[in-house]
């Protein structure tokens, strides 16, 4: 599972979409939950819908920028190319940018933290007459929304979503509820959205340590101005948001699931308290 990248596929110098979604559903034994394995996407995490959403909403033929601590950067990067511009911390692990890179955008390493670099991308876009994509600007959390419908059939009584904006959360949410307002589903299963304990929206610390704030790179994207956050997401009555003091323990668990970002296993560390149907959102790799 999530072996690597799949294959860019182009016709008439367009890419190819029917790679994207639809990714498969396994159930993890050890894990106790089934996995819904996101980062079989093309780029290889859940970005792809998002970024593909935006792109045929605003164009081909445009300039993009997007301010990213790797996977929303990695996926328009490897379906724009030169017409890519990403904007990084310099947290970044250096294998994120160099595959940014390889994929023929443009990469811009200025501010320490996501929440510094959030704060430069608008003017960025604005100076070099970019279409800026990045969470709070757009709605990216539309592309999410299938997600919910490939779940339908399951009918999980949870679904667990490592998260720091809660953008694919609230796509998903809002998936749900469309589902139950459609009649395609009776009961609407708990959307947990499963973010660090420094987290604005839960805030059992104050900060987390340097180490972890490496570790868990893809989800210490928020800053306490909440610029970026989607707090709509806790407007429906079947979301929350969850996290743990236990990073150490979570560590531990990434051993188990080396190919997945260490957000994924987060997740399923939350999981593991509730019983029930229980997916967990497998959005990208590690890298």
């Known amino acids: ?33 089934f996995l819904k394995l996101e980062c079989e996407n093309p780029s290889g995490s859940h970005k792809d819908r998002e970024t593909l959403y935006l792109i045929d909403k605003y164009g081909w033929d445009k300039n993009y920028i997007v301010i990213s601590s790797g996977n929303a950067g990695i996926s328009l990067a490897y379906w724009m190319h030169e017409k890519a511009t990403v904007l990084v911390p310099e947290i970044t692990p250096k294998e994120k940018i160099q595959l940014i890179q390889k994929f023929g955008a443009k990469v811009i390493i200025k501010g320490k933290y996501y929440n510094e670099s959030y704060r430069l991308v608008e003017e960025i876009a604005k100076r070099e007459r970019l279409i800026n994509v990045s969470p709070g600007f757009v709605d990216r959390w539309r592309g999410d929304i299938q997600i919910s419908y490939e779940l339908r059939h399951l009918k999980p009584d949870y679904i667990f979503v490592p998260s720091a904006n809660h953008t694919l959360a609230l796509g998903i949410a809002h998936g749900v509820q469309e589902m139950k307002n459609k009649g395609i589903i009776d009961e609407t299963p708990t959307v947990i959205s499963c973010v660090l304990p420094s987290h604005p929206l839960i805030g059992l610390i104050d900060d987390i340590e340097e180490r972890y704030k490496k570790i868990f790179n893809s989800i210490y994207t928020f800053g306490q101005s909440m610029g970026n956050l989607r707090k709509e997401f806790l407007n429906y009555p079947f979301t929350k948001v969850e996290s743990t003091l236990e990073l150490e323990e979570v560590i531990n668990l990434c051993r188990e699931y080396p190919k997945f970002d260490p957000a994924v296993s987060l997740a399923i560390y939350l999981s593991k308290k509730y019983d029930g149907i229980k997916v967990v959102i497998v959005t990208g790799l590690k890298r």
């Not at 596929?9 to 050890?30: M, R, S």
Request: glycine residues 12%; positive net charge.
């Open 1 to 33: 599972m999530c072996k690597g990248y799949l294959k860019l596929v182009a016709f008439e110098g367009k890419p190819l979409k029917k790679k994207v979604g639809k990714t498969p559903l396994i159930y993890d034994h050890k894990a106790g939950c």
